[in-house]
Nanobody
Framework: QVQLRESGGALVQAGGSLRVSCELSTVYADDYAVAWFLQAPGNEREGVSCIGWNDGTAYYSDSVKGRFTISRDNAKSSVYLQMNSLQPEDTAMYYC?????????????????????WGQGTQVTVSP
């Protein structure tokens, strides 16, 4: 039903900033909650940030609160993750995911399990 494409990953210096983008292949982007996940080599995929489909409320993992900002532009079918004050521990493959329904009548989730639509990822590397 929808395809996702990430872009914007790069090598950056610690303390720097980067914005990654996720484009959805649908004109109905406002039907989807969209989340960013990261996966470091050998680790499980973990939630970074999510923006709900209903009212655009943003949610963040504790590790990125105050540093990262998620936003969406439904007219462009895109979701963005602005990453500031990047640290080496932020180094990972960043994936975006989209979903329309979640358990327990939720509008969003930072758990990977509910998501059915995933992008291929974009690499973010932060040098010390």
């Amino acid at each position: 039903q929808v395809q996702l494409r990430e872009s914007g990953g790069a090598l950056v210096q610690a303390g720097g900033s980067l914005r990654v983008s996720c484009e959805l292949s649908t004109v109905y982007a406002d039907d989807y909650a969209v989340a960013w996940f990261l996966q470091a080599p050998g680790n499980e995929r973990e939630g970074v940030s999510c923006i709900g489909w209903n009212d655009g409320t943003a949610y963040y993992s504790d590790s990125v609160k105050g540093r990262f900002t998620i936003s969406r532009d439904n007219a462009k079918s895109s979701v963005y993750l602005q990453m500031n004050s990047l640290q080496p521990e932020d180094t990972a493959m960043y994936y975006c995911a989209a979903e329309t329904r979640f358990p327990d009548s939720k509008w969003w989730s930072l758990d990977a399990k509910p998501y059915h639509y995933w992008g291929q990822g974009t690499q973010v590397t932060v040098s010390p």
